[in-house]
């Protein structure tokens, strides 16, 4: 029976999963990939603690985190702890109160887990992979654009082929919005409705207010405000004040940047994208692949988080969910992730120290190679080499006697020699 990742999975709770070796691989080579295009830019690695003090934590905590957040209490301190549910805010904490005598701008990445409580609802993760960059002491439209390309460039990287960018503007929604006679629920179901691209509804609660028919048409635009550069032309005639006019100039010059690095073909602009309304200052952006409706990466500006640890500095990231990344590229990543080992060596005599030698050697020329302890038959242990994925099996006698190679992936078997096998020159093939 071949080994698979699909057993089923018991005595976990909700939310969390165990991932076998072909899930482990495949998780693995997403953040390999992603950490080179972040090298590639000139991003430094940082690692986050798993646990925090909760009240410093909250800190740079945006609406919703706070309860999500698993919470206990410390029997060393006295106060409470939690797991970290998003790892930006961490960032934000070490560049204000471990780098904030470091020269402007800092450019860091992470790979970490988080945990998040999650409605009851099946398919809900509460064991979180990220993998992201902050880019910290930056502002300006080529700040901006230098995430969103990164974002294509990563996307890229990982084997997606199809897929967008929608770009958002949250300060010309609010902009929009600024100073309008609205009671804060009325105010929270337009938002939602815009949100849901549901004209409808957005029609029936304008009813519910008394602004001005020009106010209503700047409103009811928002969600029909999507597509391509063009969509900027249309969001101008539609807005009237300062604001929002100031925020499409921002786009208009995040725009002609990424025109510059090429990646405009996967970019949509979406002025009617509200996601992290109370989080984010400016620019806003999720990626989205072809028929899979979750994002598998979000980002945006935030210039107001560092401060909250004492520390002002403007910034802009994005974060990936590398089991969004995963899901979407399950059978992509089929073709690019095989965890398979290079040898496993099987010894037929009593005298094993030949068989211990070559896997020494090899080891130090790179391959990875494993020993074959267990006492059984060649068969059976070529039987065992299929099932774990090894690329070929060595049967190894006696030193200086010649060493049969098989290859796992076409039945082929060579004879090399002892000499042969200790030239630097040696390749598997």
């Known amino acids: 029976m071949r ?144 995430m969103i390309a990164m974002a294509v460039e990563s996307l890229i990287a990982v084997g997606a082929q199809e897929f967008t960018i929608d770009i958002g503007q949250v300060e010309f929604f609010r902009g929009v919005m600024d100073g309008l006679p609205l009671a804060p629920r009325l105010a929270e179901q337009v938002a939602d409705a815009i949100l849901r691209k549901d004209s409808s509804e957005l029609k029936l609660l304008l009813v519910q207010s008394e602004l001005e028919d020009n106010t209503c048409e700047e409103i009811l635009a928002l969600p029909r405000l999507y597509g391509g550069r063009e969509v900027l032309q249309r969001a101008e005639k539609s807005v009237s004040n300062e604001r929002s006019r100031k925020a499409l100039d921002s786009l208009a010059q995040v725009l002609d940047v990424l025109d510059v690095y090429g990646v405009l073909d996967h970019v949509t602009i979406d002025l009617g994208e509200l996601r992290g309304l109370n989080y984010h200052t400016g620019i806003t952006f999720q990626g989205f692949l072809a028929g899979v409706g979750q994002t598998v990466c979000s980002g945006g500006r935030y210039n107001n988080l560092t401060e909250k640890y004492g520390f002002s500095a403007p910034s802009t990231g994005f974060t990936f969910s590398l089991l969004h990344l995963l899901f979407a590229l399950d059978k992509v990543l089929d073709e690019r992730v095989v965890p398979s080992c290079d040898l496993l060596i099987f010894s037929t005599g009593e005298n094993l120290r030949a068989a211990q030698q070559l896997a020494c050697q090899l080891r130090n020329r790179g391959y990875s190679v494993a020993r074959d302890i267990l006492d059984r038959t060649q068969t059976e242990a070529l039987e065992y080499a299929r099932q774990m994925n090894y690329r070929y099996m060595a049967v190894v006698a006696e030193a200086d006697r010649d060493v049969e190679i098989i290859s796992l992936l076409d039945g082929k078997h060579q004879q090399v020699s002892w000499q042969r096998l200790n030239q630097s020159d040696f390749e598997l093939q």
């Open 3 to 146: 080994f698979s990742d699909s057993t089923p999975e018991t005595d976990l709770p909700k939310g969390v999963r165990d991932f076998l070796p072909l899930k482990a691989a495949k998780v693995e080579y997403l953040q390999q990939q992603l950490q080179q295009v972040y090298t590639a830019w000139g991003f430094r690695p940082v690692i986050t603690p798993q646990l925090e003090f909760l009240d410093v934590l909250e800190r740079g905590f945006g609406e919703g985190l706070r309860e999500r957040t698993f919470r206990f209490d410390d029997r060393q301190s006295g106060r409470l702890l939690a797991f970290p549910p998003d790892m930006t805010p961490q960032i934000a904490r070490i560049a204000a109160t471990r780098m904030s005598e470091r020269p402007l701008p800092l450019r860091l990445c992470y790979s970490g887990r988080v945990l998040r409580h999650t409605e009851q609802q099946a398919g809900k993760d509460r064991d979180i992979f990220q993998s992201g960059v902050e880019l910290i002491g930056l502002d300006g439209p080529e700040a901006d654009a230098e």
